[in-house]
């Protein structure tokens, strides 16, 4: 439609008989004339766009078919290469070869040839860095034509998965299955409490409850959706699903072309899939006659969208979708989210509980965790890495011929670079962060902003050439194993190892073929992995998260350390964890050896209340930032008083307004970032009517603080 002198896309919400102005324009087209999104759904875009104070026109589009919310056209156009053999050679002879655009129009053909012949276009304009004069030209040459994307290419039809049937509950599964199956058979209206949280340990047999959830709702003519963290992590469990359902799964992944997700998208909405399997944008698949949401690993900050408007947390748009629609909820964890665990003590949510692992052989017992006090090691002058007791299970273990993962939550050599005459730290020109120094590239670099330099050979500031290269990371457990254990095959499984999905699937593949004996990982191989050869899990060190200024850095250490420590011991062998820390005592780890959840909980949450955390009250994080420092600073005020002069006009007693302070990175990427935090209850009164110039953000319920 017109817009001043612009032409806009818009959404109709709904009619009306009157207009606010008084010059109305009329609508040039309509993109679509079906109905896109159902009354539910555009409740809960208005839910989204009020709670999380985003503009409606981007909750909306989150409803849309993929492209929409984009501006980009809803189908996706592809090139295709028509002269196969001779087209490289003549785009150069008949452009003018050597010039730059000649150059690019070979780039192009080559691409194309490489990789099959026919490609999204926007695919070949990003891979192949050119402007579409390009494809323009190409066209003109007749060399290329452009199609639309209609083949639905379904992206898992090349991989076959074994037909797999139900299996027979245990009686601990039994029970916690009986009022899942009463609410899903239960008419829905007449459901009391439809949300449960299944709390149960790793390998408790979650996901089996999940398979039965979703094969009782097809059964009542219904469908579902099953949200999972990163679908690269949980390979495992979408293969149960196509392993149950086949051919009546779709599994949403950003991985797909646009062309891809448009189909999938209408193929959804045309009711062909029993169940939609996906990451947080999953929740908006618009499936219907929906019946049953269930979100695996509830308690993971990948469901929380932070990068970009609406920042919405995938798991409260499930408990809000369950609501409006009301379909069964399932959220499924072995370490619950506080804020949820505390939902389901004060009976918002049903609390089922799994407390024993089950394998086909019977009950497993969980890993044995033995935490090991590194302070003594240093009395006893052992300044390893390794304590005693870590290095001697891992001999046992490998001269057992089973498996060690060990565990490091850095990345690089050496996490921390000083001079040793002057004290002068390597830090980044654009950030205010330390350097790494990763030997695999032979660098340091910044975790922030990824700029990598030449490794220090002398002080910038004194000349010196004492640099010492301090703190742990994957890269020194792994020169430490190879040094000690000499024959072992050793893998390190870190974003630097591991920096393709292709490396990932193939490391994975050649541990689980006991290709390797020590796999050393960050939170990559925290999650979700089963491995059956593994007996011993070690934690090198538990404390690198623990001094962080985040009132969530207990329960996210708390929840690291059971996943990693639930790796161990999944099928053949007993298991066995070792915990590393200077801080054994501490509660976070304390508890998390135990595999004592409700241990944890009961002290967290007292923190929680004392200082007025969530979940006993909201958090809005406000972060501006600027190239200029002053800037900053001067935005953060005026926005400090703005907010004071508002919370005084609407005499809004009991809500605190920490800062402006700097952020805990003060500066990322050359700009400086100032933040304030609010917290109190319903603070969307507070905020929706002030405005944000460019370079605010506003995130509702951060999951960090960093
Ligand atoms: P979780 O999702 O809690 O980690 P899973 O559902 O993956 O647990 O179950 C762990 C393992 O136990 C899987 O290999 C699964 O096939 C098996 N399992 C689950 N339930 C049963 C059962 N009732 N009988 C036999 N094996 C089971
Ligand atoms: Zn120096
Ligand atoms: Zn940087």
């Keep these: 439609m017109p817009f001043g002198a612009r032409v806009v896309r818009g959404i109709v919400v709904n009619l009306s008989a009157s207009s606010p102005v008084q010059d109305t324009r009329d609508v040039i ?22 709670y999380y104070l985003s503009p409606l026109f981007d909750a909306i589009a989150l409803m849309l078919p993929p492209g929409f919310g984009n501006k980009k056209p809803l189908k996706a156009k592809y090139v295709k290469y028509l002269a196969l053999n001779s087209g490289a050679s003549q785009a150069g002879g008949r452009g003018k070869a050597g010039t730059g655009r000649g150059v690019k129009q070979m780039e192009v053909l080559r691409f194309l040839e490489d990789t099959g012949g026919r490609l999204p276009l926007s695919q070949v304009l990003s891979r192949v860095n050119c402007g579409s004069s390009v494809i323009r030209a190409l066209l003109l040459k007749k060399l290329v034509v452009l199609e639309d994307e209609e083949v639905f290419r379904d992206p898992l039809a090349r991989q076959d998965f074994a037909l797999e049937f139900p299996l027979q509950f245990t009686a601990e599964q039994q029970q916690a299955w009986q009022p899942v199956e009463e609410a899903i058979r239960e008419v829905p209206d007449k459901r009391k409490h439809a949300s449960f949280l299944l709390h149960g340990v790793t390998g408790s047999g979650k996901t089996e409850i999940y398979l039965a959830a979703l094969a009782e709702t097809i059964k009542q003519g219904k469908r579902g959706i099953c949200l999972v963290p990163e679908i690269a992590l949980t390979q495992q469990i979408t293969e149960r699903f196509f392993a149950r359902f086949p051919g009546r799964v779709a599994v949403i992944h950003s991985r797909l072309s646009a062309g891809e997700q448009y189909d999938g998208w209408r193929r959804i909405s045309r009711g062909e899939f029993d169940v939609v399997v996906g990451p ?39 408990i809000r979708l369950a609501e409006l629609s009301g379909a069964v909820l399932l959220l499924g964890t072995a370490t619950p989210d506080v804020g949820t665990y505390y939902g389901a003590v004060s009976n918002r949510l049903q609390l089922i509980e799994l407390n024993e692992r089950v394998s086909a052989r019977g009950n497993l017992p969980l890993p044995e ?18 304590s005693r007791l870590l290095r001697e299970q891992v001999r046992l273990s490998l001269e057992r011929e089973e498996q060690v993962m060990l565990y490091i939550n850095r990345r690089g050599l050496a996490t921390f670079i000083e001079c040793g005459n002057c004290g002068y730290v390597f830090s980044c020109r654009r950030c205010s962060g330390t350097l790494t120094y990763h030997a695999a590239v032979k660098r340091m670099v910044c975790h922030h902003c990824r ?12 000349a010196s050439l004492d640099i010492k290269y301090l703190g742990i990371g994957t890269e020194t457990v792994e020169a430490e194993c190879r040094r000690l254990f000499k024959s072992a095959r050793i893998m390190r499984f870190d974003s630097d190892a591991v920096s393709t999905a292709k490396r990932y699937v193939k490391q994975i593949g050649m541990f689980r073929k006991r290709e390797v004996d020590i796999m050393i990982g960050t939170q990559l191989i925290a999650k979700g992995l089963d491995f059956p050869g593994v007996s011993l899990v070690g934690v090198i060190n538990a404390d690198t998260g623990l001094n962080l200024p985040d009132f969530r850095s207990a329960e996210r250490t708390f929840q690291l350390l059971c996943q990693v420590a639930g790796r161990a011991g999944r099928a053949y062998v007993p298991g066995q964890a070792l915990i590393q820390s200077f801080n054994p005592g501490y509660y976070a780890i304390k508890y998390a050896a135990r595999h004592d959840y409700p241990g944890f909980y009961k002290q967290e949450i007292k923190y929680r209340a004392a200082f007025g955390y969530p979940p006993y009250n909201s958090i809005i994080r406000l972060i501006v930032s600027n190239l200029s420092e002053e800037k900053c600073s001067r935005q953060a005020r005026l926005m400090a008083n703005v907010l004071k002069q508002q919370i005084a006009v609407q005499g809004l007693a009991g809500l605190r307004l920490i800062g402006p302070a700097p952020a805990y990175l003060s500066r990322l990427r050359g700009r400086y970032q100032m933040q304030i935090i609010i917290l109190g209850q319903q603070l969307q009164g507070l905020l929706k009517d002030i405005h944000f110039p460019a370079g605010w953000i506003v995130d509702v319920d951060p999951v960090g603080m960093l």
């Excluded at 993109?31 to 555009?42: A, D, K, L, N, Y």
């Excluded at 999953?282 to 695996?296: E, K, N, T």
């Excluded at 990948?302 to 499930?318: E, G, L, N, T």
């Design 451 to 462: 700029r990598t330099q030449a490794a220090a050979l002398k002080c910038p500031d004194c």
């Design 369 to 386: 965790v033995t935490l090991v006090n590194m302070s003594d090691e240093l009395k006893a002058g052992n300044r390893s890495i390794f």
């Design 29 to 50: 087209e309509l993109i679509s004339p079906q109905v896109m999104v159902t009354p539910e759904r555009m409740d809960l875009a208005l839910w989204i766009a009020a």
């Design 280 to 318: 947080r944008s999953a929740i908006f698949a618009p499936q219907p006659d929906l019946g049953l949401i269930i979100v695996d690993e509830e308690h993971e900050w990948a469901y929380k969208q932070s990068d970009k408007m609406p920042r919405y947390h995938a798991r409260d748009v499930a």
